[in-house]
T-cell receptor, first 116, second 116 residues
């Protein structure tokens, strides 16, 4: 069975500093994809970044980077230079063949608050 | 705006009533998903369509729930004889068939259901 674990229910960061949101996953598949989504209070899930299990380089998208450690089965999200607008829920998700190649399994999320 | 749209955004109903939610995906997306999200949790997969065919249903989708996508475009999710445990945010998402893209899901803003 697939599982995503996010152990930080809430995190605080000072504006302009970097923050790391933790995500560990469990799958027996060799090929899988890892995603991070942001959910502001409006409710919409916003795609941030993707990492494929065979990608050798860590994914980066602007201020977002994914610290992918395959042996540890972790896919932590790093947000650099935090902004007040980064305050939101952040979800880690995985897609793997054994859990259906088409749908995502989500973690329970981390509420990030950026302090001025 | 050409994103995923959902209607209504909020619905309050009495226990035992039927409710229907509508989702209009991004026009060129052939895959459509329904997820349910309760407070403080990540989204949970309910069902998935490829074009008009419903290809997968979660165990969460009891026989009181029915989803359709009659012409492969918009979709409806109906809940019959609502129960208080049905109170949640119902999220719709769409995606393109995987290939060159990562297959990320594009979500709507959700339909929040409150059952009194």
């Amino acid at each position: 069975a697939q599982k995503i674990t996010q152990t930080q229910p809430g995190m605080f960061v000072q504006e302009k500093e970097a923050v790391t949101l933790d995500c560990t996953y469990d799958t027996s598949d060799q090929s899988y994809g890892l995603f991070w989504y942001k959910q502001p209070s409006s409710g919409e899930m916003i795609f941030l970044i993707y990492q494929g299990s065979y990608d050798e380089q860590n994914a980066t998208e602007g201020r977002y980077s994914l610290n992918f450690q395959k042996a540890r089965k972790s896919a932590n999200l790093v947000i650099s230079a935090s902004q007040l607008g980064d305050s939101a829920m952040y979800f880690c998700a995985m897609r793997a063949p054994s859990g259906s190649a088409r749908q995502l399994t989500f973690g329970s999320g981390t509420q990030l608050t950026v302090l001025p | 705006d050409t994103g995923v749209s959902q209607d209504p955004r909020h619905k309050i109903t009495k226990r035992g009533q039927n409710v229907t939610f509508r989702c209009d995906p991004i026009s060129e997306h052939n895959r459509l998903y329904w997820y349910r999200q309760t407070l403080g949790q990540g989204p949970e997969f309910l069902t998935y369509f490829q074009n008009e065919a419903q290809l997968e249903k979660s165990r969460l989708l009891s026989d009181r729930f029915s989803a359709e996508r009659p012409k492969g475009s918009f979709s409806t999710l109906e809940i019959q004889r609502t129960e208080q445990g049905d109170s949640a945010m119902y999220l719709c998402a769409s995606s393109l068939t995987r290939g060159a893209n990562t297959g990320e899901l594009f979500f709507g803003e959700g339909s929040r259901l409150t059952v009194l």
